[in-house]
Nanobody
Framework: QVQLVESGGGLVQAGGSLRLSCAAS??????????MGWFRQAPGKEREFVSA????????YYAASVKGRFTISRDNAKNTVFLQLNSLKPEDTAVYYC???????????????????WGQGTRVTVSS
């Protein structure tokens, strides 16, 4: 079992930045080679893919809407995945979830159904 806990959300003005963290416990990244992803769900909308990173961090993936503004990274020694959010826009307002996909190590999926562990989410609100 893997438990994921997100943190770092909050209220920020448009153009501002936040850094989200996702701490894993249970099984460590060193013995659970998992791709990690970030998804978000805005009010009244379906959850959508934001970004993903392979187990060793060699490859990263981004949704078109965040590419160039968000950066995903991970520190396997600390069992933590990060999402740096820059140049935030009101449309980035959502609950952000991190997820683990234990079936992949050298790739990462943008599909929700491929992730088998999820955190509870952290809320990001961007004011205009």
């Amino acid at each position: 079992q893997v438990q994921l806990v997100e943190s770092g959300g909050g209220l920020v003005q448009a153009g501002g930045s936040l850094r989200l963290s996702c701490a894993a416990s249970g099984r460590t990244f060193s013995d659970y080679g998992a791709a990690m992803g970030w998804f978000r769900q805005a009010p009244g909308k379906e959850r959508e893919f934001v970004s993903a990173i392979t187990w060793r961090g060699g490859s990263t993936y981004y949704a078109a809407s965040v590419k160039g503004r968000f950066t995903i990274s991970r520190d396997n020694a600390k069992n933590t995945v990060f999402l740096q959010l820059n140049s935030l826009k009101p449309e980035d307002t959502a609950v952000y979830y991190c997820a683990a996909d234990g079936s992949r190590t050298i790739s990462a999926s943008p599909k929700e159904e491929d992730y088998n562990y999820w955190g509870q989410g952290t809320r990001v609100t961007v004011s205009s």
